[in-house]
Structure formats: C-alpha cells, structure tokens
C-alpha cells in the first residue's frame, strides 16, 4: 500500500519564483496560488525543429492548469524557484518532447507577456517569458498527461494554421514576436 505523504506534489504546488515588472524576484508562491491571484512569474518558450527544419506542434491536454486543449507552437513551462531560464529550457524542452540529451536550447530574447483581457475568471495573466530554439534529431515521445497530439509542420503550414486552429495566447505572442525578431 502506497503512503499519499510520499507522492511527489502536483503541479498546482510547485514553488515559483514572484517577481517584478523588471524581472527581479519579489518572493515566492506556489504554482496555483501564482495563478489564481495573477500573480507575475517566469516561463519559457522552446521552439523546437527536427532535421528538415519542421516545427512541433502540439495540443495541449484538457487536464492543463492553464490554457487546456489549445494547440501551441512551443515546448515550455514555468521556471521553478531558484531555477534559471536555461536550465528551465532545457528541463521543460527534453520533458514535453519525451527525449534526453538535446542540446541546450539557444536563448533567442525575452519578453513581459501581458494578457490583452483577464482569463475566464476575472483574473490577469502575466509572466516574464524567456523564448528559444532547439534542434531535435531525436525521436520525440511527448508526455501523455501534457500532450493530445502532436506532428512536426512545416513553417507554411504552421502560418496557414494560425487562423483555423485555437492556438494558446502567450505561445501565440511568442510565434509573433520570434518572426519579427528574425525579420
């Protein structure tokens, strides 16, 4: 019989670090308060291509905390407590994607991702996001319990896709902030 004080806590309790308008720690909070009293925090955005050059693209789980059943463009997550942006990268990146040993993501520019309207529930969303690029020679096995489906797409049918498919906002605000950083 298993004892529930050894299970590992769940994502609503990982601890993230709170900071400031310019990015500076302010304290901490668990994941679930952080977003259900808007509070600002740290994410990264991981774009990653296989060798022909083709992005993954995936769909999120219904069970997601934030933003359930909507595809995205990206491989991510929140930056733990203490943990940098590079580490977190490469962590969320090697995780959602199924893998070990990529290399480590290349950080490409970071942005403050402001929500235009609240969420569903009146509360603002808001985080520092860290956005990169990663190869991925390997063979992907995407987590189940964080990804319904999932294809690498060529970069026309990615754009072609954007107006049909329910895309996440802030991996939305990321894709059109990485296509103006690359001009």
């Given at each position: ?80 407590a203490g943990e940098s942006y590079d580490d977190a990268a490469l ?10 040993g990529l290399p480590r993501p290349v950080p490409l520019f970071r ?73």
């Open positions: 019989m298993r004892d529930d004080t050894d299970a590992a806590p769940g994502p609503s309790e990982e601890i993230l670090d709170i900071v400031d308008e310019r990015d500076e720690v302010i304290g901490r909070a668990a994941r679930g308060e952080a977003y259900a009293r808007g509070l600002r925090h740290r994410c990264v955005f991981v774009q990653a291509r296989d060798a022909q050059g083709r992005i993954f693209v995936h769909r999120r789980t219904a069970t997601k905390l934030v933003f359930p059943s909507l595809y995205d463009m990206f491989v991510g997550g929140v930056v733990g962590r969320e990146a090697e995780e959602e994607l199924g893998v070990s942005f403050l991702y402001e929500a235009s309207a609240p969420g569903r529930d009146g509360i603002r969303q808001t985080w520092w996001s860290a956005v990169y690029e990663v190869p991925c020679l390997l063979p992907v096995r995407p987590q189940a319990e964080e990804v319904a489906w999932y294809d690498f797409l060529p970069q026309q049918e990615l754009d072609a896709r954007l107006g049909t498919w329910a895309w996440v906002p802030d991996g939305l605000a990321a894709y059109e902030r990485l296509r103006a950083h690359r001009g």
